[in-house]
């Protein structure tokens, strides 16, 4: 099943199995884990394009005769550009939780509360090189709801910053990044399904 977390996080998957993969995370504290270690992925996947990855520019022919090699193979198919970009990523991670050791006078703290569920949310952003990391704080969520974070910049794009299965400690903490950079955030969003479970927008 952990394989199939990846592609739940990446918004990957049809209704029918993204429904047992949540099914399954609100049991599998392994997968969970997984997931949660990969939150950041989706932000930082917004920052690698297709063209990372072309290929380089053939040399200029040779001149002088050179001796005929033998046939190579015939070259395996491309792997979809998807992938490779989630191999960089991953790898990209590395770096981004090392960052995160340092540089918190950069940070700022927004929060909301929603009276009417009693959910309380607490982000930090914190503006880095490639966008700007988060990390949210929920407290009072129903246990096993599937969550979404979701970034609304002030132009009024979005970009989805991370996954995760709510309620299963007193107070959830979630990593999460957006290519966004802070001062261009308007606000965060948690949806679970299609519902709004709150809004955290800057102090005023």
């Known amino acids: 099943m952990i394989t ?8 990957a998957l ?3 199995d993204r429904a047992v993969v949540q099914a399954h995370l609100a049991g599998c504290p392994v997968c969970e884990s997984e997931l949660l270690r ?15 990855f072309a290929e380089p520019e053939p040399d200029a022919p040779i001149t002088e005769p050179v001796p005929v090699a033998p046939a190579a193979p015939a070259r395996r198919a491309r792997l979809p550009v998807l992938v490779a970009a989630v191999a960089v990523v991953i790898a ?21 509360h929603d009276p009417a569920s009693g959910i ?4 930090d952003l914190t503006q880095r090189p490639w ?9 009072d969520v129903p246990p096993g709801k599937p969550c979404k974070l979701v970034v609304r910049a002030r132009d009024g794009s979005r970009e989805t910053a991370g996954w995760w299965a709510a309620g299963t400690t007193a107070e959830e903490e979630i990593p999460g990044s957006t290519s966004f950079d802070l001062s261009a955030i308007a606000k965060v969003e948690v949806i679970s399904g299609d519902n709004i479970v709150i809004d955290i927008t800057p102090p005023d």
Request: positive net charge.
């Open 4 to 11: 199939n977390v990846g592609a739940y996080l990446l918004g």
């Open 14 to 16: 049809d209704p029918a």
């Open 38 to 52: 990969m939150a950041p992925l989706p932000g930082l996947l917004q920052r690698v394009q297709e063209a990372d």
């Open 92 to 112: 990209l991670a590395g770096i981004v939780a090392a960052q995160t050791l340092g540089r918190k006078s950069d940070m700022v703290t927004w929060s909301a």
């Open 120 to 123: 309380r949310a607490y982000v």
């Open 131 to 139: 966008g700007t990391e988060l990390s949210i704080r929920m407290r």
